[in-house]
């Protein structure tokens, strides 16, 4: 099973990026994928979760400015950001798993992407 993440970059703050991250070797189509991140000297923190049926979670701190979707048939998660802040600057993880819900807890995925590098400049 591999979850390949893309579309990190640079952006101004005030900009938008929009990351990809397909899922190979299973189908998740009845289970949670979400994204977390993990900025240098941090502890890796959650993001965004969508369920299968496509309920939500977001962190706080994004709410408002992010937006997970994804596409079954596909096997891919999708996370829209815009109005990025240098707080959000970070490595960007996708997560896969078995549990029908947008859980926020790391222990709830079983499979990780690489992760993807967004930087935003102020």
């Known amino acids: 099973v591999q979850l390949q993440a893309s579309g990190g970059g640079l952006v101004q703050a005030g900009g938008s990026l929009r990351l990809s991250c397909a899922a190979s070797?299973?189908?998740?189509?009845?289970?949670?994928m979400g994204w977390f991140r993990q900025a240098p000297g941090k502890e890796r923190e959650f993001v965004v979760a969508i369920a299968w049926k496509g309920a939500t979670n977001y962190a706080d701190s994004v709410k408002d400015r992010f937006t997970i979707s994804r596409d079954n048939a596909k096997n891919t998660v999708y996370l829209q950001m815009s109005s990025l802040k240098p707080e959000d600057t970070a490595v960007y993880f996708c997560?896969?798993?078995?549990?029908?819900?947008?859980?926020?807890?790391?222990?709830?995925?079983?499979?990780w992407g690489q992760g993807t590098l967004v930087t935003v400049s102020s």
């Open positions: 997560a896969a798993g078995s549990r029908p819900y947008p859980a926020s807890s790391q222990s709830a995925y079983g499979y």
């Open positions: 070797g299973r189908s998740f189509s009845n289970g949670g």
